[in-house]
């Protein structure tokens, strides 16, 4: 039977609980602060922005909790500049 959870990850940054989620069904991809949404993309962009930090593996459609982490992170230094 197939998991439709989202794959999720939180990290504490700058104060503030920060998550990933990312749904393999849909391909959505959203950033949440402290539960209110941050971002969010679809695919084909939410592909991207997941291939940008993770490189090719999976061409940003099967992301492990390291690619979401180091997006996490990377999309928090672009919000903080």
Do not use: K
């Not at 039977?1 to 990290?11: E, F, G, I, K």
């Amino acid at each position: 039977m197939l998991n439709h959870d989202p794959r999720r990850v939180t990290a504490q940054i700058d104060g503030a609980l920060i998550c990933a989620e990312y749904s393999e069904q849909t391909g959505q991809l959203c950033l949440r602060q402290d539960g209110a949404l941050l971002r969010e993309w679809f695919p084909p962009h939410s592909w991207i922005a997941i291939a940008s930090v993770a490189g090719a593996r999976h061409w940003g459609t099967r992301p492990t909790d390291d690619d979401l982490l180091a997006l996490l992170h990377n999309e928090m230094a672009l919000l903080r500049s």
